[in-house]
């Protein structure tokens, strides 16, 4: 079909032009007068017609904001080219009337029946041939000519059709976007397109790649081999990256066509997800006005706050603003019924603010009400099955109702924080194909979230149960001026221009906390041919050329005094040969115990601090509180530890404000150390070391 590759070359022209040069300024109106508080709706799945009643049910309950038609392409055509629009229409009337506001999906992400049946190509094929079938959503390729040709005319006569409505304020481009493990013929072919861009030959791909190994080099384009059989580190590295590449093209080319149409005071957005490893957020959301996430997680005694904590620090610091909660838990969760654990009485209410902690903006449940068949019949909404009001409900209209009396105080909140982890999609993907732990497979790791959970989740929880507030910082432009600490999680791939900036920050009086395997390759995978570690040899202060894995060993005498059981470091061991470095801690074992498991160095007017192994929590934690103490950055906060945590920032009126939460059972005292101010829920005074008591699962918020 004609249209198909003039689209396809349109697509990858647009594509191209967002990732390869800057976006223009654009309108940004992510700024809020009031805490948005919602639910995704579907009343095209209730089995039978009660908009007035929910709409009034959400009214009453103080409900601010409703988000729509993300899922629901079939309706909008329920035949190729027939464009439906009364039946949305109601809905956003009756919420319009109501006074809740509505966010509209571009439906993209559940194609409709009509489409794979007369366009089955649109469908993914996985790695080693294995095939999408129709039946669950996410299943296309979203780079498909074809599938691009249908989205666009949904999306145009869709926002021609609402642009003007006076109850929508902003759209969400597609729905919780990745690659989806996409290999079809044409995506390689565009895969090798994009090497050609990048290397221009086959004979610098062959020296850059080191395809002498086991004489794979190429002297045609035409030779390299698909995805499914390759072994090569780097081509799996520069897939990756393609892979994010599209996703990005993706969604900036969604984002340019609502563009068009949107009015100066809509947003746009999309619900990114907290797996936040599988793709670039940042180039992907270069025309949003602002990032939303989807952040599910444990209830009942499983509730710890940590994800909450990791999701909002993370997307705060993408484009370095608020955020907005598109999904979150509302009563139970789960694709079968086998983790049902509806949230204790004050969780829900605790969720949100702990969410307004972090920076968000909006909070929207999914959804509104439990859905009665289909795969997420047990993943549940504020209202149950019976569609009565509840438990749930009840606490959700408390909450909303402090929102509309405290909200404006809380919105657009502001942080600064003197503490950043770097986070490296490239470390993620080079470290998932030469795996160095026990999980996952042999050869490769992908799929597996190690880097993500275990080292660079393990400092982000020390840090949030600890009260210090971080954000996250990228190897792309990493601004490590603005903070007085930085952390590395394991930097296995990184550029000598990122290394030599990260030497430079210490040099010139920064702190740094930095894991093992750090340096070991450069950006394209291939392992630096000198000393290890590197170009980080001197601002390190050691030497190595041997390394170990082993399961568990102590800390010869517990250096950091946090006893036997938690005096273990584990998985992973550098033969560390300290030349200026300091060694603080060394392995209790025969042979192991000649090398420094932890050193660190004087550099310049800065410190680097050096992690050889993986250690305990109790470990990491006395680690980074000395880290925090030394770059003089620890605060009263510090005198708390979970399960009462404290967040803090600068609100609309220039006041800061302080949360302070109980994620536990038993009711908590402590002793408040700033300036005096208001507790805004119930509006008394606070003075400084006023003794104050936090209920169970309940909440302070005081205003100084």
Same mark, same amino acid.
């Given at each position: 079909?004609?249209?198909?590759?003039?689209? @396809?070359?349109?697509?990858?022209?647009?594509?191209?032009?967002?990732?390869?040069?800057?976006?223009?300024?654009?309108? *940004?109106?992510?700024?809020?007068?009031?805490?948005?508080?919602?639910?995704?709706?579907? $009343?095209?799945? =209730?089995?039978?017609?009660?908009?007035?009643?929910?709409?009034?049910?959400?009214?009453?309950?103080?409900?601010?904001?409703?988000?729509?038609?993300?899922?629901?392409?079939?309706?909008?055509?329920?035949?190729?080219?027939?464009?439906?629009?009364?039946?949305?229409?109601?809905?956003?009337?009756?919420?319009?009337?109501?006074?809740?506001?509505?966010?509209?999906?571009?439906?993209?992400?559940?194609?409709?029946?009509?489409?794979?049946?007369?366009?089955?190509?649109?469908?993914?094929?996985?790695?080693?041939?294995?095939?999408?079938?129709?039946?669950?959503?996410?299943?296309?390729?979203?780079?498909?000519?074809?599938?691009?040709?249908?989205?666009?005319?949904?999306?145009?006569?869709?926002?021609?059709?609402?642009?003007?409505?006076?109850?929508?304020?902003?759209?969400?481009?597609?729905?919780?976007?990745?690659? !989806?493990?996409?290999?079809?013929?044409?995506?390689?072919?565009?895969?090798?397109?994009?090497?050609?861009?990048?290397?221009?030959?086959?004979?610098?791909?062959?020296?850059?790649?080191?395809?002498?190994?086991?004489?794979?080099?190429?002297?045609?384009?035409?030779?390299?081999?698909?995805?499914?059989?390759?072994?090569?580190?780097?081509?799996?590295?520069?897939?990756?990256?393609?892979? !994010?590449?599209?996703?990005?093209?993706?969604?900036?080319?969604?984002?340019?066509?609502?563009?068009?149409?949107?009015?100066?005071? *809509?947003?746009?957005?999309?619900?990114?997800?907290?797996?936040?490893?599988?793709?670039?957020? $940042?180039?992907?959301?270069?025309?949003?006005?602002?990032?939303?996430?989807?952040?599910?997680?444990?209830?009942?005694?499983?509730?710890?706050?940590?994800?909450?904590?990791?999701?909002?620090?993370?997307?705060?610091?993408?484009?370095?603003?608020?955020?907005?909660?598109?999904?979150?838990?509302?009563?139970?969760?789960?694709?079968?019924?086998?983790?049902?654990?509806?949230?204790?009485?004050?969780?829900?209410?605790?969720?949100?603010?702990?969410?307004?902690?972090?920076?968000?903006? =909006?909070?929207?449940?999914?959804?509104?009400?439990? #859905?009665?068949?289909?795969?997420?019949?047990?993943?549940?909404?504020?209202?149950? $099955?019976?569609?009565?009001?509840?438990?749930?409900?009840?606490?959700?209209?408390?909450?909303?109702?402090?929102?509309?009396?405290?909200?404006?105080?809380?919105?657009?909140?502001?942080?600064?924080?003197?503490?950043?982890?770097?986070?490296?999609?490239?470390?993620?993907?080079?470290?998932?194909?030469?795996?160095?732990?026990?999980?996952?497979?042999?050869?490769?790791?992908?799929?597996?979230?190690?880097?993500?959970?275990?080292?660079?989740?393990?400092?982000?929880?020390?840090?949030?149960?600890?009260?210090?507030?971080?954000?996250?910082?990228?190897?792309?432009?990493?601004?490590?001026?603005?903070?007085?600490?930085?952390?590395?999680?394991?930097?296995?791939?990184?550029?000598?221009?990122?290394?030599?900036?990260?030497?430079?920050?210490?040099?010139?009086?920064?702190?740094?906390? =930095?894991?093992?395997? &750090?340096?070991?390759?450069?950006?394209?995978?291939?392992?630096?041919?000198?000393?290890?570690?590197?170009?980080?040899?001197?601002?390190?202060?050691?030497?190595?050329?041997?390394?170990?894995?082993?399961?568990?060993?102590?800390?010869?005498?517990?250096?950091?005094?946090?006893?036997?059981?938690?005096?273990?470091?584990?998985?992973?061991?550098?033969?560390?040969?300290?030349?200026?470095?300091?060694?603080?801690?060394?392995?209790?074992? @025969?042979?192991?115990?000649?090398?420094?498991?932890?050193?660190?160095?004087?550099?310049?007017?800065?410190?680097?601090?050096?992690?050889?192994?993986?250690? &305990?929590?109790?470990?990491?934690?006395?680690?980074?509180?000395?880290?925090?103490?030394?770059?003089? #950055?620890?605060?009263?906060?510090?005198?708390?530890?979970?399960?009462? #945590?404290?967040?803090?920032?600068?609100?609309?009126?220039?006041?800061?404000?302080?949360?302070?939460?109980?994620?536990?059972?038993?009711?908590?005292?402590?002793?408040?150390?700033?300036?005096?101010?208001?507790?805004?829920?119930?509006?008394?005074?606070?003075?400084?070391?006023? &003794?104050?008591?936090?209920?169970?699962?309940? #909440?302070?918020?005081?205003?100084?």
């Amino acid at each position: 079909m004609q249209f198909k590759s003039c689209f @396809k070359i349109s697509f990858i022209l647009i594509t191209l032009c967002f990732l390869l040069f800057p976006a223009k300024s654009i309108a *940004q109106p992510d700024k809020f007068s009031n805490i948005l508080y919602g639910v995704a709706y579907y $009343h095209e799945y =209730m089995p039978s017609d009660r908009l007035d009643e929910d709409v009034r049910m959400m009214k009453d309950a103080g409900i601010s904001v409703v988000r729509l038609g993300e899922s629901s392409w079939s309706l909008f055509e329920p035949r190729e080219g027939e464009f439906e629009f009364a039946w949305m229409d109601r809905i956003i009337d009756k919420l319009h009337s109501a006074g809740i506001k509505v966010i509209l999906g571009t439906p993209t992400y559940s194609i409709p029946a009509w489409l794979w049946h007369k366009h089955p190509e649109v469908l993914l094929t996985y790695k080693n041939g294995g095939k999408a079938y129709y039946g669950i959503r996410q299943n296309m390729d979203i780079t498909n000519p074809t599938f691009l040709f249908y989205s666009e005319r949904i999306i145009r006569e869709l926002m021609k059709h609402y642009s003007n409505h006076p109850g929508i304020i902003g759209y969400q481009v597609d729905n919780e976007t990745t690659s !989806r493990d996409v290999n079809n013929y044409d995506f390689n072919v565009s895969f090798v397109n994009h090497l050609k861009k990048k290397f221009e030959t086959p004979q610098n791909l062959n020296k850059i790649w080191g395809l002498n190994y086991w004489g794979m080099t190429i002297n045609s384009w035409e030779e390299l081999a698909p995805r499914d059989g390759i072994t090569n580190t780097a081509y799996k590295l520069e897939w990756e990256r393609f892979n !994010r590449m599209a996703v990005a093209g993706f969604l900036n080319w969604q984002s340019s066509i609502v563009m068009e149409y949107k009015r100066k005071d *809509q947003f746009i957005t999309h619900c990114f997800m907290p797996s936040v490893q599988e793709i670039d957020q $940042h180039e992907s959301s270069k025309l949003m006005d602002v990032l939303a996430v989807n952040v599910y997680h444990g209830e009942q005694d499983d509730l710890t706050g940590n994800e909450i904590a990791f999701a909002g620090d993370y997307f705060r610091s993408v484009k370095q603003k608020n955020y907005l909660i598109t999904e979150t838990n509302a009563q139970t969760i789960g694709w079968n019924s086998r983790i049902q654990q509806p949230p204790y009485p004050g969780q829900l209410r605790l969720n949100v603010y702990a969410n307004l902690g972090s920076g968000a903006n =909006m909070v929207e449940y999914w959804h509104w009400h439990s #859905i009665h068949y289909g795969q997420e019949t047990y993943w549940k909404g504020v209202l149950s $099955h019976d569609l009565q009001p509840n438990r749930a409900y009840a606490e959700v209209s408390k909450t909303a109702h402090e929102l509309q009396k405290i909200g404006n105080k809380l919105v657009n909140l502001k942080k600064e924080n003197k503490v950043a982890i770097l986070f490296s999609h490239d470390s993620n993907d080079g470290l998932n194909f030469m795996p160095f732990d026990q999980t996952g497979g042999a050869w490769d790791n992908k799929g597996n979230d190690f880097y993500r959970s275990q080292l660079v989740g393990q400092f982000h929880k020390v840090l949030y149960q600890n009260n210090v507030g971080v954000d996250f910082i990228f190897p792309e432009n990493p601004g490590f001026e603005k903070y007085s600490l930085v952390i590395i999680p394991s930097l296995y791939i990184a550029s000598d221009e990122l290394l030599q900036k990260i030497s430079n920050y210490v040099k010139n009086g920064g702190h740094v906390i =930095m894991q093992f395997k &750090s340096g070991f390759c450069d950006e394209n995978s291939m392992v630096r041919p000198v000393m290890a570690p590197g170009p980080l040899r001197e601002v390190c202060g050691f030497r190595y050329q041997e390394f170990t894995n082993f399961r568990e060993l102590a800390l010869k005498n517990d250096p950091f005094e946090v006893g036997d059981d938690k005096n273990k470091v584990s998985t992973w061991a550098e033969y560390l040969i300290p030349e200026t470095a300091k060694p603080l801690a060394f392995y209790d074992h @025969k042979y192991f115990g000649d090398y420094p498991a932890i050193t660190s160095n004087n550099f310049g007017k800065g410190i680097m601090l050096y992690e050889g192994c993986m250690l &305990s929590d109790a470990i990491q934690e006395k680690i980074i509180k000395q880290s925090l103490s030394d770059a003089g #950055i620890m605060t009263a906060d510090q005198d708390l530890h979970w399960p009462l #945590i404290t967040k803090s920032g600068t609100n609309d009126f220039g006041k800061t404000i302080h949360y302070y939460y109980n994620y536990s059972s038993d009711s908590k005292s402590f002793t408040y150390k700033y300036k005096s101010g208001t507790e805004l829920i119930t509006g008394k005074k606070v003075s400084a070391n006023d &003794s104050l008591a936090i209920a169970p699962w309940d #909440i302070l918020i005081i205003e100084e």
